[in-house]
């Protein structure tokens, strides 16, 4: 493994590369040697909601970089004589980065042993008997949420085991997520056996809130949390003094108007584009419905297993022509004809490949048509450009949005060299770029790139991008293959190997890039939590958080971000309140199954299978059957409509014993 060459404390802590990929990775045995804790001064705020959460389950709201890990971090220390006797300390959190980030920060302040837990480590397949080993083996379990919701319906590990659970985003404990199931089953468990030992729960956001809402609804949301965490939400009661020890970055709106891009807007048939997409939603709709597309993959139950399989890999549903279309326009419009190319030739990539043997009639002739259309904007594009070179076109076709941002960029770029350490860095420019889309993040990742070699003005740019995964046919490789190596780009982030990413949501929470000193929102900033997620990215001192802002939307937009302020400042009053009730009971969530749970032993903590876990656990046995080697094994599913309802069907791969179409009604 390799480590910065600056030896600060703080460099040791936060940039050294891990490869959690590796299934027997193991902190301790890749430094060779125990690490020590690390002697942090204990904060006042700290300390008070430590001592609250000895003795009880609390939810530990403060802004970002004000050391919520750390507060973790002695709560462990807490509960170690009940880890040392065999009990566990488990970190759950949503991404894989957080959870190897978090993992090595208490490796690293810890003698504790900590292993780190994903789900590319194929940890859905292991046996019993393998989960008892590496359970056994350690005392900190650092894992993605859904990996501890397996387990603990699968009953490898019992509450009763578990000194410390703590949620990572905990405000992500909403509607159908991992973290409000894991609670679920926490909450089956105390109505069952009252007596029964559960851990400690320790939940930690920088907002409470997920996604947006009025701010007289605040306390509302605050206790529905509450009942679904079973614990109590406060913060520290002089809160100035948290500000001072928090992530501070000053705003800047950013008004765009139009400009000469839009002489350019009847070259990709804007209107066209439009109607195209209205037709494909359409005839997606239709086919979903007549066709009894399933709900997995888009997989015909007319065809046999082996091609649905096959088809599903090379095959794009009229859903993903249409999200095709609007991404293009998309790009075109918001980017300028420069990145309008470059998303029209990833595109134009993907349906020839997927032209090669498509055999439904109705869709091959909407791929005919749209690989036409856009062969037709990529005529015009290049017309357009034509006539200038390289180094001119880069900056000349490009949108005043996009010229916003390149500005702001460059202005924040100063000349002189930086220092060894990245993070006493303060001429070095260090940026994430917020977008709404993967397609907007590989494309302008790619344009930068571009322009870096092209324009010496700008060639400090080292980009990348930074996205989550999807399914859609027309996903790049390059896009598939970065979103498998978030990590790394991350690390390369952090060890200044690029100074700017273009992310979306995915890079929203959690990643701690101390060096990090701008952040611009390129598109609309679409809820409160991801206003203050992702202004806590830049850590900087005098780091700066720019809003770019059409100016159509501008008096929406700005009213927002005043509206966002407005329930910042509703839900810190609030929580200050909540320190001196955090003795008051909290009630419980309202659990309400449409189908009860199947649970064979009958006991608090016995395996147990859920209306929501069935799939997984159907798609796990299905794993497990017997195979070459080369082939996959899935399930085909499909839905008929009857009369007052709906009925589901089940295909078993032809190896299982279960024969034949299992119907549910």
């Known amino acids: 493994m390799k480590t910065p060459k600056c030896q600060c404390a703080r460099c040791k802590l936060y940039l050294r590369t891990v490869n959690p990929e590796d299934p027997e990775f193991d902190i301790f045995e890749e430094d060779g040697v125990t690490p020590k804790a690390t002697n942090f001064e204990t904060r006042d705020y700290q300390t008070a909601l430590i001592e609250i959460a000895k003795k009880q389950n609390i939810i530990a709201c403060l802004p970002t970089g004000s050391g919520k890990t750390f507060i973790a971090f002695k709560l462990i220390e807490h509960f170690r004589g009940e880890i040392i006797d065999g009990k566990k300390a488990i970190f759950l959190a949503n991404t894989i980065p957080l959870v190897t980030q978090q993992a090595v920060f208490f490796a690293r302040n ?310 060894p350490c990245p993070f006493d860095d303060d001429t070095g420019i260090c940026v994430i770029v917020f977008v709404d889309r993967r397609v907007t993040a590989q494309v302008l990742a790619w344009y930068l790139r571009d322009l870096a070699s092209l324009d010496k003005d700008y060639s400090f740019i080292r980009a990348n991008f930074v996205v989550g995964t999807s399914r859609t046919a027309f996903e790049s490789v390059e896009t598939r293959i970065y979103a498998k190596k978030q990590g790394e780009t991350i690390e390369g982030f952090r060890t200044k190997k690029y100074n700017l990413l273009v992310a979306t949501s995915v890079l929203e929470e959690g990643i701690d890039v101390p060096s990090c000193n701008l952040i611009v929102r390129f598109d609309k900033i679409p809820s409160y939590t991801s206003y203050i997620q992702s202004m806590g990215r830049a850590r900087k001192p005098n780091a700066l958080f720019c809003a770019l802002i059409e100016d159509k939307n501008f008096l929406k937009e700005s009213l927002d971000l005043d509206v966002y302020v407005c329930i910042n400042k509703v839900m810190v009053s609030h929580l200050i309140k909540n320190v001196d009730k955090v003795d008051e009971e909290v009630g419980l969530m309202e659990i309400d199954h449409n189908v009860e749970p199947f649970c064979p032993g009958g006991n608090a903590d016995s395996p147990s299978v859920t209306m929501e876990s069935a799939m997984d656990v159907i798609e796990w046995y299905c794993n497990l059957l017997p195979c070459d080697g080369v082939s996959t094994l899935q399930t085909i599913s499909w839905w008929t409509e009857e009369v007052g309802g709906f009925r589901g069907h089940l295909k078993f791969p032809m190896n299982s014993i279960i024969r034949g179409t299992v119907v549910v009604n």
């Open 110 to 419: 810890s003698t504790l042993k900590v292993k780190i837990l994903t789900g590319d480590m194929e940890v859905d397949y292991w046996s019993e008997d393998k989960w008892a080993t590496v359970i056994d083996g350690f005392h900190i379990l650092s894992m993605t949420t859904q990996i501890f919701l397996n387990i603990i319906r699968h009953a490898y590990i019992k509450f009763s085991e578990v000194a410390l659970l703590i949620f990572d985003e905990c405000h992500h404990a909403v509607k159908d997520h991992p973290m409000k199931h894991v609670m679920q089953k926490y909450q089956e468990t105390k109505k069952q056996e009252p007596s029964y030992p559960l851990p400690r729960v320790f939940g930690m956001t920088a907002t409470i809130i997920k996604g947006n809402c009025q701010p007289f609804e605040v306390p509302d949301v605050v206790e529905e949390l509450e009942k679904t965490m079973q614990a109590k939400a406060v913060t520290y009661k002089n809160y100035e003094s948290v500000l001072k020890h928090s992530t501070s970055s000053r705003v800047e709106k950013f008004l765009i108007v139009k400009g000469s891009e839009t002489n350019w807007e009847h070259l990709y048939f804007t209107e066209q584009s439009e109607d195209y997409a209205k037709e494909l939603n359409k005839l997606r709709k239709e086919r979903k419905k007549l066709k009894m597309i399933t709900s997995i993959n888009g997989i015909d139950p007319t065809l046999s297993t082996a091609d649905n399989i096959f088809l599903s890999l090379r095959r794009a549903t009229a859903g993903d022509l249409r999200m095709a279309v609007d991404e293009v326009r998309n790009c075109c419009i918001s980017l300028g004809a420069y990145c309008g190319l470059i998303a029209v030739n990833l595109k134009l990539a993907f349906i020839e490949f997927s032209l090669m043997d498509l055999a439904d009639g109705e869709m091959l002739r909407w791929y005919n048509v749209i690989h036409k259309f856009f062969h037709k904007i990529k005529h015009n594009l290049e017309n357009l450009m034509s006539a200038y070179p390289d180094e001119e076109k880069v900056t000349r076709f490009t949108s005043r949005k996009l010229q916003q941002l390149i500005g702001i960029v460059k202005k924040q770029f100063k000349e002189e060299d930086p220092p």
